[in-house]
């Protein structure tokens, strides 16, 4: 089932993304089941926690929200994560105090536009932009 949740402010006024591009590994920490709209997308919400940049970025510690696109130019699937289970990112890097907190993310930093052209999820073996 899908949620829709208004004013998530995840993009610029001129659509572009709001946010530093950022390449990292983690561990996926929680798995949302349910795909949730933003915009007129649906995403799927993981968090994820060990953050390692692999950028020259920051490491990060502590939980990150992260929003994949599915549908309306994102990805086209759900990826099957586990919690525990490693995972690679590209995508924009929204710091805590400027993300808009919503129900799966109680004020976390956040990653998102994790799919083409900005980013990709590599999970698994497999590669999904």
């Not at 992260?66 to 759900?78: F, K, N």
């Amino acid at each position: 089932m899908a949620r829709h949740y208004a004013e998530m402010h995840l993009r610029r006024p001129d659509g572009s993304g709001r946010g530093e591009l950022r390449h990292v590994r983690a561990l996926v920490s929680r798995v949302f089941a349910d795909r949730y709209n933003h915009d007129g997308a649906e995403h799927q919400h993981i968090w994820i926690d060990q953050v390692i940049a692999l950028d020259g970025g920051n490491d990060h510690e502590g939980n990150v929200f992260v929003a994949i696109r599915i549908t309306e130019g994102g990805i086209g699937e759900d990826i099957p994560f586990e919690d525990g289970m490693p995972v690679e990112m590209q995508g924009d890097w929204i710091p805590a105090d400027e993300a808009t907190p919503g129900e799966d993310d109680p004020g976390l930093p956040v990653l998102h536009f994790t799919h083409h052209p900005v980013g990709f999820v590599r999970y698994e073996g497999e590669e999904y932009e």
